[in-house]
């Protein structure tokens, strides 16, 4: 079997917040590797630095110190200017409110990331169209965010995040806004995404049920990684 | 997409925007109208020729010049023709129906003023006819005047009724000129008064002078003044635009009070744009962060939020200036009276476009900084 490379490389990374002079430690000397195509789940408690982390590896976020190697780039080295030329290329968002433009359909939606590339418009309207057609929301092409249920509005956001074959894509709490139904919906998606497509995918979530779907599980307390807890799905229910 | 994504944000709050619009365009209106008044106050200057100098009394312009200058001016090196006139104050009917109305030489003011266009059958009998006077078009039009009528001014500086008949109506050669005077002649104005054996004989107002070449002006009004220095009566020559300026002058504290105002409209539609601005950005925020995330930069959101901030500035603006051309009109309308020449210049619409230019730019700083500047975690943070 062949052995799959690590896409993302964390090593010795310290993350702190500054609150009214005061300095608050989030993440402390986290080393670790993401292998290609994985699908990983970052649990923890509230305030345990998951959502910090994955916008660090994300590069929406600056770290204290320490290394995120990304598809082989050492992103802590780049400038905020040439963090937002990588992360269009290179990462794909899903967000737990979806952050979709309400004045934008969902075909502009998708097409959104794709402005910011070389393609033409008739490339950018075939890989909309690929894009809404995995996510099966061809049909729906012509509507607006507000007119859309949150389980499609969930999925247009991951074709947006699809829709330029980026390197890594990160989920904050994909279904912390959804009813189950919609949640399963979109949990299957991207563990599709992720056997299918070979997508590697990080997802932070406070639902067992939502991180039995990812492959690894990493847990974060107190900013620092620890061994999983039991999952129990009394824990969701 | 990105004029798609302004347009849509303008349409978000059509409310928000549609006061903002209707706010613009008042302000712009307001503004264009207060420049339309100060403009009509220097309609005089503006109006006034490089070639002509105009000699009062140095003391005031209320103490006469003798009748005997006129000959020693004429013959002053530089000047072209002289003529000379009185300001005759003169009510018809009653005190608001003021206009401005000159006892003046008619042969040579006709032939210094070339821009009051007078068919010449109504010229050659307004000269030979003493009792005879001409009115500007507009001002026939406003009390229905016809050439023949009979006119009855009653004398203020000159006491008694005074009957003239209308020889004459002249139009202006261009918008600037004024089409509201009434002219008569000063000889008729003289022998009068010298039948009532007044001491107002032969003392005339100012003289008006034309000059060979206008850039020997300021040398030939100096030697105009040299020769009635130490006189009893010395005079005081400058360019007719310094002398309309001076009329001007006594009003320039009103005339600063209006541009003031005019300056304070702005500043305050610049706010109220600013505001509602910094409210949508506000809202956004979230959405600008998601950009940021997808890897636009800072100059892709100044942008929209730059041509959304001048799109409505602009819209409102063209508003304000077209809905300017017909509030002139109702405001001459209910002040002609007092603003002869009152009409909305090219200057005045470039002024109105500077300011809703300037408004959008200015009410679209602070919003883009902001949301420039913002931190992108700190932005999503706001959304939900």
Redesign the interface.
Known sequence: MEEKRAIVELKKLFKSYRRGGQILPVLSDITLDIQEGDFMALMGPSGSGKSTLL?LI?G??QADSGTIHVAGVDITTLSE?EL??W???NVG?I???Y?L????TAF?NV???L??TDLSKKERREHVATALNLVKLEDRMDHYPGQLSGGQQQRVAIARAMVTDPAILVADEPTG?LDRASAEEVLSLMDRLSREAGKTIIMVTHDPRAARKARTMRYLEKGVLASAPEISFSQSA | MLLRLVFRNLLRHKLRTGLTLCGICVAILSFGLLRTVISAWYAGVEASSANRLITRNSISLTFPLPLSYLERIRGVEGVKTVSYGNWFGGIYIEEKNFFANFAVEPRTYLELYSEYLLPEDQKQVFLRDRRACIVGRKLAKRFDWKVGDLITLRGTIFPGNWEFVLRGIYSGRDSRVDESQFFLHWDYLNESLKKRKSVMTDQVGIYILSVANPEHAAETAERVDRIFRNSYAETLTETEKAFQLGFVALTEAILMVIQLVSFVVIVIIMAVAANSMSMSVRERLGEYAVFKTLGFGGTYLATMILGESLFIALLGGTGGVLLTFPAAKIFLNYLGDYFPVFFVTGQTVIFQGLAALAVGVAAAVLPTWRSVRIPIIQALGRIG
């Open positions: 916008n994300a929406l976020d200017s937002a030329v992360r269009a290329s968002f967000f737990q409110f952050n433009i309400p004045v934008l502009e097409e959104l990331p402005i910011l806004d």
